[in-house]
Structure formats: structure tokens, C-alpha cells
């Protein structure tokens, strides 16, 4: 059973303002890949926030894999992306590559997300919009690589070629 984590990115989220949908149905996915949902948390829009929850899901619980959502827009309080990137040993572009992909084929504002994905440790993390649909888009889009990426990140050394 894959160990999972959700970050929940948004000011208002964390305020209590505002209904954390987007973590809900990154639940909900999960739970169908199946994937034990190990840690929940909302953080602010918020650098250092992010980084410390990343860095606690990968380092202390090492977590498998931990999916955040929220914050990859443009508006200025959107810091996803930044904070991720400085906690990553290595990206996975393809994983953000093919996720914008398949949302353009929904709407072109796919193009504008900045989500990254790349290994911490053990650990396999990904950046997801904010919006449910969006959510259920990109991870139906990923969830078929991620068995594969999750045993390499663990050491796996049998042959990729089929």
C-alpha cells in the first residue's frame, strides 16, 4: 500500500473560510489508486509554510508520495511552485509536462498552471491546481505512471524495457 500525504494550499483554507473541496477529492483519487492517506494538512499561501510541511511529509513520516493542491497560478500568492522547488533533489517534468497536456485538451488556462513534480528522498511529490476538476483531470492523467515511478524512486533496478 503506497503511504500518502495532502497539502492543502490556501489562505482562506487554512483560515476556515472556505470549504478544502480540492483535498477532498484528492482523498477520494487516492483512495481509489489505493493509496493509504497517511497526513492531511491546509497551509497558507505561504513559502516557508510549504516547505516545512513538504519537508515533514518526505523527511519525518517519509511519505511515498505527497500531492498538493492549490497555489501553481500566477497571482502573487501563489508560491506552490517556488517552495517545491526548493525542497526537490531532482524533477520530473514530464509528469508536469503531461498533465498540462491533458488539461488543454479541456481549456487552454491548463497552459498557465506552473505545478512540478520530482523525488525528495523517497519521497514523489506533485503539484496540483486548486480546482477539483482539475485535480480528477491531472491525476486520471498521471495515476498509470505512478506505480513504476514509485518502486524506481525506491531503488527498483530491474530492466524499464518491455
Known amino acids: 500500500m503506497i503511504k500518502a500525504g495532502i497539502i ?3 489562505d482562506r483554507g487554512f ?3 472556505r470549504d478544502d473541496t480540492s483535498g477532498e477529492v484528492v482523498g ?5 489508486f489505493p493509496a493509504e492517506i497517511c497526513a492531511y494538512e491546509i497551509v497558507p499561501d505561504d513559502e516557508d509554510r510549504i516547505i ?3 519537508c515533514r511529509l518526505a523527511d519525518k513520516l517519509h511519505l511515498d508520495l505527497i500531492i498538493t493542491t492549490g497555489g501553481t497560478g500566477l497571482s502573487p500568492r501563489d508560491v506552490t511552485p517556488e517552495a517545491t522547488r526548493k525542497v526537490l533533489e531532482r524533477d520530473i517534468p514530464g509528469l508536469a509536462e503531461a498533465m ?3 488539461g488543454s485538451l479541456h481549456t487552454p488556462f491548463s497552459y498557465l498552471s506552473r ?8 519521497s514523489l511529490i506533485i503539484n ?5 476538476r482539475a485535480v480528477k483531470e491531472n491525476l486520471a492523467t498521471i ?13 527498483d533496478q530491474a530492466d524499464c524495457a518491455r
Not at 505545478?115 to 523517497?122: C, E, F, T
Not at 496540483?128 to 477539483?132: T, V
Open 15 to 17: 483560515r476556515g473560510e
Open 52 to 54: 516545512e510541511a513538504i
Open 115 to 122: 505545478a512540478l513534480a520530482g523525488i525528495r528522498g523517497q
Open 128 to 132: 496540483l491546481p486548486g480546482s477539483p
Open 28 to 32: 477520494q483519487e487516492l483512495a481509489k
Open 8 to 10: 492543502t494550499i490556501s
Open 100 to 102: 498540462r497536456y491533458a
Open 143 to 155: 495515476f498509470p505512471l505512478l506505480p513504476h515511478a514509485l518502486v524506481k524512486i525506491k531503488g
